[in-house]
Each structure stands twice: as structure tokens, then as C-alpha cells.
């Protein structure tokens, strides 16, 4: 079984197209973290794990669902219906058969649109800063991931509000994992994003974001 976590909120238009394309035999955990649309009911009733986080951020989310999680591969993918987690199995593969400890989906816009040019700079910006950090060169720091359960619990990411994706990769490249990246297809999300939909949400994303970049390594010692 594979654990695949979808952050949630306020996603009851998307969330049929989502769940229907989960891969057979694995979970959806779908983490609600405080919809008032009526989420977490259309989850539970197509057969979803509900996960409720009070606190607000989508690291609170990710880490609801990483804690959630029991399986020993666990996915992360959006729930807006702009991933398909019906190619999660082929980003887990590599994983599964141990050539990568963490598999990135490189997303490729499929609409006008579907990635806002604004969107688009924030994340070619915060890869440029990853590279120097880490030494890593990854294309895009998208949502939808896949790595084996405890080693990513180990790694103690701590962030729990747009940086956890980030602190992620950071803290995986610090342990010496082998980190690659695998293209797919983005689509036109369902409704409005609570992030990249605007300049104000993208800004706040890449200034969580850098606050990641700026901690020093684990282990560094601290000049005085």
C-alpha cells in the first residue's frame, strides 16, 4: 500500500476528479485543514481517509498527513484537480526500486493560464537559491513528491506554512539523498489557489520560502 497525503481546504469541486484517480489499492489521506465547503463529508464519503488540522498553513497540513501516514511510501499531490494522481506510480517507481530517495513531478503547463506568470518567476527564483544552498539543480519545486515514509519523518522538517515543500528538499539534499525530478502535466486548477492564485499569495510562499534557505544546515556550528 501506498499513502498518498492531499492537503485540503475548501475543495469540494475538485475533490471527485482528484479521488477517482487515485491508483487502485492505495490511500487517499485527505487532510482537511478547515474547509467550510463541506470537504471532508464528499472526502469520507468516496472512501478517503479524513485527516482534520486545525491550524492553518500547508505545512500544518503536510505534516497532519506524514503523521497520518501508513504506508511505507507516501505521496504529497494537490488537491485542485491541477495534478493528476494517477501518475503518482510512476514517480514512486524509482523510489520503489531504490534509485531515488525523493521524486519531484516537474509540472508542464497543459492551458493558458494554468501557471501564472507571476506563479512561474517565484519558482525560478527559489530554485536558483536552492542551487547555491544545496548544490541540487531541480526545475520546478512542485507539490507532488514521493518518498519512503520514516526517512522523511526523520528528516524533522519543521516549517508548517508554504516553506515545508522547500524545507523538504533542503533537508533531503543536506542528508545526502538522491533527489531527481519527472515531468507532468499541469492543468487548470479547480477554483481560486489560496497561494500562487495572486502576486500577495505567491509573495508570502517565496518569503517562507526563503526563510528556509536562510537556516543553516543541520549541524553547523553556530560563529559567534
Request: charged share 25%; net charge positive; proline share 8%.
Amino acid at each position: 500500500m501506498t499513502d498518498v497525503i492531499l492537503p485540503c481546504l475548501d475543495e469540494a469541486e475538485a475533490l471527485p476528479w482528484v479521488l477517482e484517480r487515485i491508483p487502485p489499492g492505495w490511500r487517499a489521506v485527505v487532510v482537511d485543514n478547515g474547509s467550510t465547503d463541506g470537504s471532508p463529508e464528499i472526502a469520507r464519503r468516496l472512501g478517503a481517509t479524513v485527516v482534520h488540522e486545525p491550524r492553518r498553513g500547508f505545512g500544518s497540513a503536510c505534516a497532519a498527513g506524514l503523521a497520518a501516514a501508513e504506508a511505507d511510501l507516501v505521496c504529497f499531490c494537490d488537491c485542485d484537480a491541477s495534478l493528476d494522481p494517477g501518475l503518482l506510480p510512476l514517480l514512486a517507481e524509482p523510489v520503489r526500486t531504490g534509485e531515488a530517495d525523493l521524486v519531484l513531478g516537474r509540472r508542464r503547463p497543459r492551458a493558458r493560464g494554468a501557471w501564472p506568470l507571476h506563479a512561474r518567476a517565484g519558482n525560478a527564483a527559489l530554485s536558483r537559491m536552492l542551487r547555491r544552498r544545496t548544490g541540487v539543480t531541480l526545475r520546478d519545486l512542485g507539490p507532488m513528491r514521493v518518498a519512503r515514509r520514516e526517512p522523511l519523518r526523520a528528516l524533522g522538517i519543521e516549517d508548517r506554512r508554504s516553506g515545508f515543500p522547500l524545507e523538504m528538499v533542503v533537508k533531503a539534499a543536506d542528508a545526502g539523498w538522491r533527489i531527481t525530478e519527472l515531468d507532468v502535466p499541469y492543468l487548470p486548477r479547480s477554483g481560486k489557489s489560496k497561494v500562487t492564485g495572486t502576486w500577495r499569495g505567491t509573495w508570502h510562499a517565496v518569503r517562507d520560502m526563503r526563510a528556509v534557505l536562510a537556516a543553516p544546515p543541520a549541524g553547523a556550528e553556530v560563529r559567534r
